[in-house]
């Protein structure tokens, strides 16, 4: 048995979880219309390849990865696209995204599905091929696989299977029924990384999941741990912790400390991708809550949420619907839209459920969140600087440590809506590094472009002294002629002329009254003229010594 | 005798450091120009009434010109000048209070001459083209300053609200009524 090494904190939300598992795994039916979102991944949305009125195969890629992070999108099932336009999407913000839209054609025809041997692969082709498979993190967080797979000489492989948040069971019926292609895709993952050890954590509230896996992992010496029933150890940072002993260090990857985490479900949809050459195009989605027939399907992304959550009957009371689980999930405004990588659960709500919350009253600092907190953090004094908007000091607490699990909105006796606060601060601390990072890019070019303008100038004037040079270089030339030598002469003539007649002007403006003095005026000028001239040369003499006494100090 | 020597030597020890320290640790320009260049937005508009953002942080600096001239950087920006510089805040006029939201400039391409007007005046050199080609503005390098707009013979550039949709979105301030009555809580 391996000692655990449990994370403070942590809450036991009623579980709910044995609805949706007295049934096996479905499949949903095809849908009329399939609305595929080209950004159902972290990074960059994926760049559309098909146009409208274009007939495609079930699997083809209809989405482009676009950069490193970001993965690609395809066809959930044979059909025309009818569209591409923005469409409601799941997103906290009720904004519209760019979607292909598919008329399908029930054919379900597949594009020629190529399964590669993993084991002859480069772990870098394997990394491309897997982003082309469009294959990302289907615990909720959907990051492209293939970036956290760029790690070699790992220690640890941990393959997240806690499902920790309440309703949800896609992950418990995936390993009951599919535990085989599960630890297919581990060995994939586990070949990629060169992962050591390999540790799969299953929460105890999953017997027959831990069951099933333990016994498809005869023989390869994969571990199955049984890990106390306890939200959110199915963070990849807490399970981790849990499991190895090693924490994640504040910013930093996992992959520093030796350890990466995949999710159960990604790991399947890396079999799928590999060995049967299948991308991503459906998962399982746990429908759940206030309806009469609960169950977990799997689903071709796309498939618009209403019809599908009809499927389990919701009854007649119900006042709405979660994408997601009850502590992280998202309320969906609309019911047109579709199921994408990301959706693990679908919850029908109703005020029995989900009473409605409590107005929140003050802070009392209790720090029962404090106790909650399963990253160690002191939410009630990042909520105090998320309101207060003194950020620098959110940042100093820590705020991007926050794995928004909603531990502390859960035990806060003031019923604070504390994790709105922290995404608040987060999305405006992102909003402003963005802005200076802009402000100094604005910053360069414009230096850039006052050097450039300047160095423009010189060129011209340097153009500018060359051309003139060159001219006069060539009127030296030409004055070898004896047309030039007349010319040159005439030229010096009208100067010497001008200048005669500049110093008849001269004369005849000189004083007129000293023509004719007596002898006594006569000698008072002079003398005065005389003085003029010592004067004159004193003055000359100081400059003169001035000059020789800077010169020296110069020197 | 020796309290002089003492008092002389440590004079001369004293002096040679920090002759040393000036010559090792010159500054190289105003600091103070640098931190206050690094609030303003870097719009280069010269709405301020100086030629860019530098020229005028240069001016404040000197401290000759009031904080309250940029309206790209808002009350927030105003207000984080008078922080740095420890002076009291300068209200904005009414009209430059009022933030707005990021814009880029478009030209309508089937209206431009390519005159080249536009990116003469185009401070961060954001506008590609030629003469007698078509012009283009880069909506990543562009800030949104609106100085290509008043060159352009034919009128064909407007302003358009920057890339919005879901990767600019971001979370609210979270907005509730608090009770203060505890009796209707319990």
């Known amino acids: 048995m391996r000692t655990l090494h449990p994370f403070n904190g942590g809450i036991h939300p009623p579980e709910h979880k044995n609805e949706s598992t007295q049934q096996g795994i479905a499949l949903a039916p095809l849908p009329a219309r399939l609305i595929v979102p080209l950004r159902q991944h972290n990074g960059n949305p994926a760049k559309a390849l098909v146009g409208v009125g274009d007939q495609v195969l079930k699997g083809q890629m209809i989405g482009q990865a676009d950069g490193f992070i970001s993965a690609a999108v395809h066809a959930p099932t044979s059909g025309r696209v009818s569209a591409i336009e923005m469409m409601p999407v799941a997103h906290p913000s009720g904004l519209p995204d760019l979607c292909v839209v598919l008329e399908t054609d029930g054919e379900e025809r597949w594009i020629e599905r190529q399964p590669v041997d993993y084991r002859t692969m480069d772990p870098a082709e394997l990394r491309g091929k897997l982003r082309d498979a469009g294959v990302v993190g289907l615990g909720g967080a959907v990051f492209p696989s293939h970036v956290k797979l760029n790690a070699s000489g790992l220690e640890t492989l941990v393959i997240n299977a806690a499902e920790c948040e309440p309703y949800i069971t896609c992950d418990d019926m995936l390993m009951r029924e599919r535990a085989a292609e599960v630890v297919q895709g581990i060995m994939i993952a586990q070949y990629a990384m060169g992962a050591k050890e390999v540790l799969i954590g299953i929460e105890d509230n999953k017997p027959q999941a831990i069951q099933a896996m333990q016994s498809a992992c005869q023989g390869t010496g994969f571990e199955v741990v049984t890990v106390p029933t306890l939200y959110p150890s199915g963070s990849a940072k807490q399970l981790i912790k849990l499991l190895t002993g090693k924490e994640v260090e504040s910013g930093g990857l996992p992959t520093k400390a030796g350890v990466q985490c995949f999710n159960v479900a990604t790991v399947y949809t890396i079999h799928r991708a590999i060995n049967h050459g299948e991308p991503v195009i459906s998962r399982l989605v746990t429908l759940t809550g206030n309806v009469d027939a609960p169950r977990n399907y799997e689903v071709l992304i796309g498939t618009p949420v209403g019809e599908l959550s009809a499927l389990a009957k919701p009854r007649p009371d119900t006042s709405g619907f979660i994408m997601g689980g009850p502590m992280m999930g998202l309320p969906l405004p609309d019911l047109n839209v579709p199921v994408v990588k990301a959706s693990n659960c679908i919850i029908a709500t109703s005020q029995a459920l989900f009473p409605p919350k409590l107005l929140p009253m003050p802070c009392i600092r209790c720090t029962r969140c404090a106790q909650a907190c399963p990253a160690d953090l002191q939410p009630q004094e990042l909520y105090w600087f998320s309101k207060s908007m003194n950020f620098g000091k959110a940042q100093e607490y820590k705020l991007f440590d926050c794995i928004e699990c909603g531990c502390c909105s859960y035990v806060c006796p003031s019923h604070i809506p504390l994790v709105q606060f922290y995404r608040f601060a987060k999305s405006e601390i992102w909003e402003r590094e963005k802005e200076k990072k802009a402000a100094d890019q604005a910053r360069e070019r414009h230096e850039f472009r006052e050097y450039r303008q300047e160095r423009e100038k010189q060129e011209k004037t340097a153009r500018h002294a060359a051309k003139a040079a060159e001219a006069a270089a060539k009127a030296g030339v030409e004055g070898g002629s004896g047309d030039d030598d007349a010319a040159a002469a005439a030229k010096k003539a009208a100067i010497q002329a001008a200048i005669e007649r500049a110093k008849a002007k001269k004369a005849a403006a000189a004083p007129k009254n000293v023509d004719d003095l007596s002898a006594e005026a006569q000698a008072k000028i002079d003398e005065i003229d005389e003085l003029r001239a010592q004067a004159k040369g004193a003055a000359e003499h100081d400059i003169e010594a001035q000059k020789s006494g800077e010169g020296q100090s110069t020197q | ?186």
């Not at chain 2, 009031?66 to 105003?78: D, F, Q, R």
């Not at chain 2, 939201?101 to 401070?123: H, K, N, S």
């Not at chain 2, 954001?126 to 909506?139: D, F, P, R, S, Y």
């Not at chain 2, 562009?142 to 407007?158: A, M, Q, S, Y």
């Open chain 2, 1 to 186: 005798m020796s309290a002089l020597l003492v008092m002389i030597g440590l004079a001369v020890v004293l002096g040679i450091v920090l002759g040393f320290a000036s010559i090792k640790f010159k500054v190289e320009g105003n600091p103070l120009v640098e931190r206050i260049d690094a609030i303003l937005p870097q719009m280069q508009c010269g709405q301020c009434g100086y030629p860019g953002c530098k020229p005028y942080a240069e001016a404040i600096a000197a401290g000759d010109t009031p904080i309250n001239l940029c309206p790209p950087g808002g009350e927030a920006g105003m207000l984080r000048l008078a922080d740095l510089l420890g002076i009291e805040p300068q209200p904005l006029d009414a009209e430059s209070a009022e933030p707005k939201p990021r814009q880029v400039a478009f030209i309508d391409e089937q209206t431009c001459i390519g005159c080249t007007l536009c990116f003469q005046a185009c401070p961060v050199d954001a506008i590609v083209g030629a003469a007698k080609q078509m012009h283009t503005i880069l909506a990543s390098e562009c800030t949104g300053c609106e100085l290509c707009l008043p060159p352009c013979p034919v009128d064909c550039i407007t302003m358009v609200p920057a890339v919005g949709g879901i990767a600019a979105w971001k979370w609210k301030y979270p907005v509730y009524p608090i009770h203060t009555d505890s009796r209707l809580a319990a």
